[in-house]
């Protein structure tokens, strides 16, 4: 079984950065797959948010892309974000995917920015 | 980033089938490209349920019953998901996805209601 879990801070404050950590098991990061992220405001639709492929290389949404960082430690089969200068529009649920089949998705994490 | 467009709301009858469309931009030709189609419950993640390129070269998630199905219609540049046989289990939204080279793009979504 393939299980992906997000991890990070559930609140956020405006302009600071926001950093996810996903963590797949069952499934090596490093088999050949494109992962990455997704996220869904409260009460909206899917963005595409950013992905990465297992050597390494990064695509990111144009919207959104001086703003965000995606990695892969695959010592760890772990996926990470990092999105700066946060504002109330970042609220969402940020999900990790598998990109590739798209059969593979996290639960997600509800992340709010607030102060 | 193109935009895939979907109608917000669609309905139908137990038992009847649903037709849901995503119109994709004039730039992007409908012929060229997988459509990839998500069922979103509350509170879930997006489930994978098929993608279409043509009757040869199309696929269903794992679990996915035959129910569901893709089709194009390339005169209107418009990919096809259609739910056959609708249960009241099939309410939820329902999101179209194209993979151009190097980005992801999702539609905005169609909420099915089963009446």
């Known amino acids: 079984q393939v299980y992906l879990q997000e991890s990070g801070p559930g609140r956020v404050k405006p302009s600071e950065t926001l950093s996810l950590t996903c963590t797949v098991s069952?499934?090596?990061?490093?088999?050949?797959?494109?992962w990455g992220w997704v996220r869904q405001p409260p009460g909206k639709g899917l963005e595409w948010i950013a992905s990465?492929?297992?050597?390494?290389?990064?695509h990111y949404n144009a919207s959104l892309k001086s703003r965000v960082i995606i990695s892969v430690d695959t010592s760890k089969n772990q996926l990470s974000l990092r999105l700066t200068s946060v504002t109330a529009a970042d609220t969402a649920v940020y999900y990790c995917?598998?990109?590739?089949?798209?059969?593979?998705w996290g639960q997600g994490t509800l992340v709010t920015v607030s102060s | 980033q193109p935009v895939l467009t979907q109608p917000p709301s669609s309905s139908a009858s137990p038992g009847q089938t649903a037709r849901l469309t995503c119109t994709l931009p004039?730039?992007?030709?409908?012929?060229?490209?997988?459509i990839y189609w998500f069922q979103q419950k509350p509170g879930r993640p997006p489930r994978f349920l098929l993608f279409?390129?043509?009757?040869?070269?199309?696929?269903?998630g794992s679990g996915v019953p035959s129910r569901f199905s893709g089709s194009k219609d390339a005169s209107a540049n418009t990919g096809i998901l259609l739910i056959s046989g609708l249960q009241s289990d099939d309410e939820a939204d329902y999101y179209c996805?194209?993979?151009?080279?190097?980005?992801?793009?999702f539609g905005g979504g169609t909420k099915l209601t089963v009446l």
């Open positions: 995917a598998e990109l590739t089949i798209l059969s593979y």
């Open positions: 069952g499934y090596s990061i490093s088999s050949g797959s494109y």
């Open positions: 990465i492929y297992y050597n390494g290389e990064t």
């Open positions: 004039s730039d992007i030709n409908v012929r060229e490209y997988n």
């Open positions: 279409y390129y043509s009757d040869s070269d199309k696929g269903r």
């Open positions: 996805m194209v993979w151009p080279v190097n980005v992801w793009v």
